[in-house]
């Protein structure tokens, strides 16, 4: 019976082949999209898995005042809680201290082998040698043990040790660093794979950390958060153990601020206690499901409606003596057969479609599905599984015909009052189809929002280089000589600019409790900060050269007033360092790191007008004289810095490589994907039930034909029932889809509109009009004769 | 065989009701050929399918031999059909993507006869009815003579008691429906019983006995041959 029901179905598969590759095809996609999201999901939860001590690895971090607080965490720590309090801990089997080399918020430093050709490299870090013990390496020249050990020494990255050494070996040569120091390499390792969170372009010696920063006590300091620590548990060790007796490490220097462990499994979905990934992650996973439940009830309605061809086959059969239950197996069997062809051709599909989805998400974070045996069983067991749910209603319906009227081939007219099975599971694929466009398009217009809003400041035709140097000088003079070319609007100085994130402190404010204080950014700008940002002053005044007196008084932002409960901030003082310092103007809120976080307080001082040390260094261009302005800068700024390197690059690099931009970029882009997916799913559905309908409904159209009915009451005829269950859908699919626009991450959200709601039903009714269309029209055209004959 | 008690059969919709058969009785014995013959809509179809236990009377009682079968539930029905009834259909039925011998083997696959036996069976009969040169052929590639014969054929497959056939000649010219007609009475004459329904007079001539229905109820019987029971034995 079995080989006989396989054969039958070929055979009818190959005979109504039209009905076939709809069926299939929304299978198959069906399949291919769930697997690609789940595949993409399920990548998101599996980096920094190439450490072999993954499970044991945690990073120490620390919050302030609450958990919950997701801007008051610090994924680094004090040195001297490294150095101290962790060592005492026999749940501890290694620790690491590592600190950034240079500054890596804002570019990193340079590298050369001639002092000519600069190389400027981000993320290098000063580390221990336990670093290897801890993260796994692959090293390519020189081996692990060593390459930390020497005071000097450097071990690179392939990609630096190519960069500085394209050919040949580069184990025991010298390079510079910043043109100031002589670095000896002593090792080179392969590149941490993509999905590793940490991604160091190289490593110094923690020893010689000293050495090139002049600081000396960094290990007796509690204050400073600029260290990163991981430590390696032994096994069985409790986690919870070591937070317990860390909590209140810090208690007798910083109040309220609580170190704690974060395991390294969760330090790319979760690094802090901030649920946003999770948020979005959970979001695909539910669009992932509901795409493959939208695939199964267009699979239903298909399978359903293709039933009422058979009647006859099941009028002979159940005549001959087939059970019900027989009947019921074979079309579980077709069901369950065709289910598990469309999940081996999705596997297939997904497979063919990975390098395209990993180009468009720009990380190869998806490998092909057949690399990993256990997915594709899981994928073909849903299948299997899809199939069977899926089969049951019509396997049902069709067992339970009475074979007398099956023979006659009348179709047995369902109530049409009341809620049938059928009305749901077409008021289910319309809202489900609404639901998934409308959501990709809240995601769409959220993420175009973060990468183009107003971030309150212009972001265009602005340069900046971080360039550190022993020299000095004016940095009037080298501003008067850059302004006086026509090319250049603007230029300024700071030590930290948007998008490159200041620390702060705890500060005390006038009119507030003496005992609260408030975390406050601060960042030193000098006079044409603000012009040259383009930002806007709203109360009081901005630096000034003509008050000398400004280098004692600050600017606050927007925030700082509205947290501070200020009426009138201007001649206000705010308490830090034991100094009062008072506001004289009020700068609007601008976007300071992230579109994704919400704006802190931020407290602004006047940098005096100096070159030495570390500054950011930032000029604005007239639009469409790029050219002109890097050529004015590169000579302006060679001639003010005859000895350090820099380069200068555009804000908006910055901006883009922001992670939580890059984040939602590869989000957009992903749902942009599933869009088109769930649209080209819900047509096919929506073919199949249009075709389940009419088939329905060619007797009644025969008769209304014959007649004399008019073509536009056939088609409202036939198109009313859908409109109706249209309708109710929009009731379904709009809230749960305004629901997901609050639950969406992000500090600012664009300004959601009803016009994106009435475009997308606009797009699906579109959609199902035409299809109902395309089956009215083939419906009506038939012969009524040919309709009528069969009764 | 079949005694039928009162039956009658009523078909209800919400504004009319339709009486199809009223207080039936009636007897098939053993090995009769039986013509039913009346205008349309008088029942017949609906008796046929009552007998058939395609379809249930809404009172009185059904004998099959000797057992009570009007309140069967659906399963003991079908284990009931199986194996014992044969059916023809005016339209032949034929499921168009089997070929002839898939076919004609469907009986034996619901009663789970295995592979080897059916293969058997399904060539003898398709030799008996002078189709096994088709048997590859699917219904579309025959004429409406040899897909009758390949109906017959399915009908007998299981060696049925009864054959209950509805206008087997009603979409046959004369000379395919003769062709019909006469391999039924070489059924007969081997002992199968066989309740017919038909318009033709000619071919309820052929019949033992023929039962005349209008409006749900039997208006009279002719016997045209005599019945001997013993002539089974």
Redesign the interface.
Known sequence: MIRQSLYMLFRRFINDSLFSFINLTNLTVGFATFILLTQFIASMFSWDKHNENYERIYRVQLFQDQPENRVRHSSSITAALSRHELTKLPEIEKIVLMHDVGDNNKSGVFLSVDKKDQFLIRYGYYADQTVFDIFTFEFIEGVPQKALTEPFSVVLSRTVAQKLFPSGKALGKQIYGENKVVLTVSGVYEDMPEKSNWQPAFLIPMQSFTAFTGWSDYTENYWAYSFYTYVLLKPNADPANVDAQIHDALKDYRKEHYPYLRPMSMLYIKAYYQNDMLIALGLFSFIALLILVLSAINYINLQTANAITRFREIGIKKTLGFTKKQLWSQFILESVTLAFTGGVLGLILAHLMTPAFNRMIGINALTSIFSDWKLVLIMLGVSILTGFLSGIHPAFAISAFNPVTALKQKFIQEETNGITLKKILVTAQFSISLFLLIVSAIIYKQTAYMLTCDMGFESQNLLFANITTNGSGSFDALRQRLISHPEIADACQADYIPYILPGGNEMNWEGGDPEEKVFVRISHIGYDFVSTFQMNITTGRNFSREYPADLDKCLVNETAVRVFGWKDPIGKHIRTNNKNVEVIGVIRDYIVFSVHNPTEPHMYRLLPDSISTDKVYAVRYLPGHEKEAREIVRNEFERAFPLDAFEFRHIQSLIQNENAALAWQRLMKVSGFFALFSVIISSIGLFGLILFFSRHKMKEIGIRKVLGFSFTSLYYTMASSFIRLFIVSIFIAWPLSYFVYLYLPGAHKYGIQLGEFVLCTLITLAVAVATISYQIIKAVRTKAVEVLKDE | MIRTVNLSKIFRTELVETTALREINFEVRKGEFIAIMGPSGCGKSTLL?IL?L??HSNSGEYYFDGIEVSRFT??QC??L???TMG?V?QSF???D??NVF?NV???L????IPRSDRRKKVDAILERMQIGHRRDHYPRQLSGGQQQRVAVA?ALITNPKLILADEPTGNLDSHNGEQVMQLLEQLNAEGTTIVMVTHSLNHADRAHRVVNLFDGQILAERTDRIFEPQQLS
């Open positions: 399918n058939g395609l379809d659906e399963k079908t284990m059909r199986k194996g059916f259909f039925n034929l499921i993507d089997l898939e083997e469907l009986p696959i619901a009663l789970s399915r």
